[in-house]
């Protein structure tokens, strides 16, 4: 199993970035992938979910209205649109993905254990 996050970068605030995460090795679309963040030494956290099976999708309550994720199936890539980004979105930002965890716990509770398989992160860093 692969996760490849990009599209991190430098942004005023107010700007726009999109993250995109392939995703390989998973059969059939029985699994979740999310967005996660950390800013050390805080512990990662989860910003955006979505189920690959039924395209629900669940968000962080302070990224809510400003941040869409979603899935091109066919291309196995997950995105992340983050617009009207604030300096406090400045952040690592990782794609996760896991099977057989429902997809609020996957996203909301401890990361260390709900998460099968991790992308390498991507700095977003948005100046004020």
């Known amino acids: 199993v692969q996760l490849q996050a990009s599209g991190g970068g430098l942004v005023q605030a107010g700007g726009s970035l999109r993250l995109s995460c392939d995703v390989s090795?998973?059969?059939?679309?029985?699994?979740?992938v999310g967005w996660f963040r950390q800013v050390p030494p805080k512990e990662r956290e989860g910003v955006s979910c979505?189920?690959?099976?039924?395209?629900?999708?669940l968000y962080k309550e302070s990224v809510k209205g400003r941040f869409t994720v979603s899935s091109d199936n066919a291309k196995n890539t997950v995105y992340l649109q983050m617009n009207n980004l604030k300096p406090e979105d400045t952040a690592v930002y990782y794609c996760?993905?896991?099977?057989?965890?429902?997809?609020?716990?996957?996203?909301?509770?401890?990361?260390?254990?709900?998460?099968?398989?991790w992308g390498k992160g991507t700095l977003v860093t948005v100046s004020s």
């Open positions: 996760a993905a896991t099977t057989g965890i429902a997809l609020r716990p996957f996203c909301f509770s401890d990361p260390d254990i709900m998460v099968d398989d």
């Open positions: 090795g998973y059969s059939g679309d029985a699994y979740n």
């Open positions: 979505i189920s690959r099976s039924d395209s629900s999708t």
